[in-house]
């Protein structure tokens, strides 16, 4: 991010601006966005290539003007500003017709800041794993709370219903993103939010389609918690080395978290049916006991530990965060309960990295003990299609009795060259020598006529992906009906 380029461009923005046209609304943030900025009285359009669920129907609630495709057209007549998503490109015709044009623009981030963040206190969360459901967790805490808070998580809470909410109060609840922001700025997004008190989950190497190692991912981060003064407090959960690494230099106020580091630790995990209870110790002494988050996992407890370590900075009492923690009722997709057929029940989750797999199936073991976990996951992120992690994945089935590989999943706007995919056939023979037993199916509709033959009752279905997955979650729950 160019700070002067920044601010030029903020700088443009109509002192009385009303009419604001969002080009990508599609995506989860900007759809979101579109909903607050409709909500703070603004006239919203539109426009994306394909609108899915559950945006279109958050897009229709609203009755935003949601073209489909892009056109010079959609510019016509003028709106006073244009938001441009981070999916568009400098070829995009409706992206030149806006540079040709003298209407102002800015990346999501930026609006995000000059219509919300600039008075309010950000609190962000950022990391490669845990971001959506620290983020959620912190947001219900602040509400259960009477903080009133205003929200935006990269996915639905179940709390809320939705993925943004508007509140009154003075902090802005928001998930850091390391993405890159828009055609036009390639700095990671979260570095426009400014945090007053941030997050930091983890940090490993992801998002290999912009990144090309870890030390470029750590360099993103470093900028981050480089531009957060000594009045903003740093959260960092210190079991991971590299996050230890890029929060060297911090000039925040600097508090360590962690299961196995850190000043503050979660001790004592106990999984049970209504979630995980567990004890906070600081420098080995409990300060607080028997706390219960309605999540299973050692993932979703560091999380939730996170959510305490920062919010006690920003006066919350632990009587506050308990009682916020035991409020939770989840994140859409992050080990979300589908449904069962047939005695057998399935889970949809978003993991696509091999630690987040990895952790979603040992939370599901606690979760459900002594039942015979089948894992189904779809090579779909831009990291997950690549062989960056062919031997990592190998290792993230362990938990599981049976696995079944989609194909990886094929990308117009990003094809990787045959010598740099990941090879699932590889893969599966790879995770069957460690224990489970692993398929690579052809197809997806290969892939879910397998598991209809091998579930059995009593058996849990994790169907692992961070897109719709052919619907496979649903269609399962039918043919398992139909079975009987």
Request: hydrophobic share 45%; aromatic share 8%; glycine share 8%.
């Amino acid at each position: 991010m160019n700070p002067s380029d920044s601010a030029a461009r903020l700088a443009r923005v109509p002192a009385n601006c009303r009419r604001i046209h969002l080009m990508g609304v599609g995506g989860t943030a900007m759809a979101a966005l579109a909903g607050m900025l409709k909500e703070r009285g603004f006239a919203v359009s539109g426009s994306d290539n394909e609108l899915y669920e559950p945006t279109a129907s958050l897009l229709r609630r609203l009755a935003i003007d949601a073209k489909h495709g892009f056109a010079p057209a959609n510019l016509d007549p003028p709106p006073e500003l244009v938001v441009v998503g981070n999916v568009i490109t400098r070829n995009n015709p409706e992206a030149a017709a806006l540079l040709e044009s003298p209407i102002p623009y800015l990346s999501m981030p930026e609006a995000l800041w000059h219509f919300f963040l600039s008075t309010r206190c950000p609190l962000m969360v950022c990391g490669t794993h845990g971001k959506t459901t620290s983020t959620s967790l912190m947001a219900q805490v602040l509400i259960a709370a009477g903080r009133d808070p205003d929200v935006l998580i990269g996915g639905v809470s179940l709390n809320l219903g939705s993925n943004y909410y508007l509140g009154a109060g003075r902090h802005f609840v928001i998930e850091g993103d390391e993405y890159d922001t828009a055609f036009f700025d390639k700095g990671p997004k979260f570095l426009h939010y400014r945090a007053q008190g941030a997050i930091l989950t983890s940090l490993e190497f992801d998002h290999a389609d912009i990144y090309r190692d870890l030390a470029h991912v750590k360099s993103a981060f470093e900028a981050m918690v480089l531009g957060q003064d000594k009045s903003a407090v740093l959260a960092l959960c210190a079991d991971y080395p590299a996050a230890v690494e890029v929060a060297a230099g911090s000039r925040a106020r600097r508090v360590d978290f962690g299961l196995r580091s850190g000043e503050f630790r979660a001790a004592d995990l106990r999984a049970g049916s209504t979630g995980t209870h567990f004890n906070v110790t600081r420098g080995g002494q409990v300060v607080a006991r028997d706390l219960l988050v309605p999540l299973w996992g050692a993932m979703n407890v560091a999380n939730a530990l996170g959510v305490y370590v920062l919010l006690r900075e920003f006066g919350l009492t632990e009587a506050e965060i308990a009682h916020g923690l035991a409020s939770f009722k989840g994140v859409a997709r992050r080990q979300e309960l589908v449904g069962e057929a047939g005695g057998v029940t399935v889970i949809d989750d978003f993991a696509h990295h091999p630690t987040a797999i990895a952790a979603t199936l040992s939370a599901l073991t606690d979760r459900y003990a002594h039942r015979r976990i089948l894992a189904a996951f779809e090579p779909r992120s831009n990291t997950s299609r690549r062989n960056v992690f062919q031997s990592e994945f190998a290792q993230a089935f362990d938990r599981a009795a049976r696995v079944y590989l989609a194909p990886v999943y094929f990308k117009e706007s990003d094809q990787i060259a045959p010598g740099e995919r990941l090879e699932t056939d590889v893969l599966a023979r790879r995770i069957t020598s460690r224990g489970p037993v692993a398929s690579a199916c052809k197809s997806n509709e290969e892939l879910l006529q397998a598991i209809v033959a091998d579930a059995k009752p009593g058996d849990v279905v994790a169907v692992m992906s961070n897109g719709p997955f052919a619907n496979l979650k649903t269609r399962l729950l039918d043919e398992l009906l139909r079975r009987g």
